[in-house]
């Protein structure tokens, strides 16, 4: 049985990484992220690309996770609802926290079958956008996730919660250059802009294909670009474009089926 182990200090040494959950957000846990909510560990504990490190919980929210995926030497430790609050510095309403640790399959591994669809991000910085762009890959049963060093962490605590989890699903990998990654792993890129040269509608995917997203507003680099064949989703009432998150529901809907 998965070891519960009741703790009542707020200082006890075994909690610090759950100390001041806001500030570590900023400067980092060792390594480590932190998740929260129910629906969010659960796929925690299932899942091929991490590995849970320790719970937090109260003896309430407790009787309601599914532990049955959780290895039995994740410590899961027990504390009353002020105690959590206290020791996160702000009210845990979700009742739920974990630290884990991301230990993702190498990039050619997770791209090696001759189908493969590749979501590709460029310059995505904000939690949100890049919570909802993991939960579609998820979705939608993308392979991998490659992003450049302007994109930020996909594993920063608001964007696993907005993606649900999906972030646990999907491996995803910082990569130096993303031109040459799509070289490298033989990719055909399709770069989504309101002045791309085919309507969505219009592509029919490669069989090893990468869809390529920029931030909101500049969008994808000239050089990237160049390297795409680009995509327009066509619009009424004189909007070129979407929120980056709904546009890649749509498209990857549309290529990886």
């Known amino acids: 049985m998965t070891r519960c182990i009741e703790v009542t200090e707020a200082d006890d040494s ?64 027990v504390v009353a609802q002020g105690l959590m609050d206290e020791i996160a510095g702000f009210p845990i309403h979700r009742g739920y926290l974990a630290l884990g640790r991301y230990v993702p399959p190498a990039l050619g591994a997770a791209l090696a079958r001759p189908r493969v669809r590749a979501l590709v991000l460029s310059a995505i910085a904000n939690t949100d956008n890049m919570g909802g762009l993991l939960r579609n890959a998820a ?77 909101e507003g500049p969008g994808l680099t000239r050089e990237l670009m160049e390297a795409c064949t680009t995509v327009r989703i066509d619009m009424h009432g004189g909007f070129d474009s979407l929120n980056v998150a709904t546009t890649s529901g749509i498209v990857l809907y549309h290529m990886c089926h």
């Open 139 to 215: 979705a939608f049963g993308v392979d991998a996730v490659l992003i450049d060093a302007q994109c930020c962490d996909p594993l920063y605590r608001k964007a696993i919660r907005v993606s649900v989890g999906g972030v646990f699903q999907v491996p995803h990998y910082r990569v130096d250059d993303l031109t040459v990654a799509l070289k490298t792993y033989n990719l055909a890129p399709y770069g989504l802009s309101p002045s791309g040269a085919m309507r969505l509608d219009e592509v029919v995917p490669q069989a090893r294909s990468a869809f390529l997203f920029g931030a």
């Open 14 to 77: 075994r909690l610090e990484l759950f100390r001041d959950v806001k500030d570590r957000d900023l400067t980092g846990r060792a390594g480590l992220f932190m998740a929260e909510g129910q629906v969010v560990l659960e796929r925690l504990f299932g899942s091929r690309l991490c590995e849970t490190v320790s719970v937090l919980t109260t003896l309430e929210r407790l009787r309601n996770l599914d532990l049955s995926a959780l290895a039995e030497e994740v410590p899961v430790y």
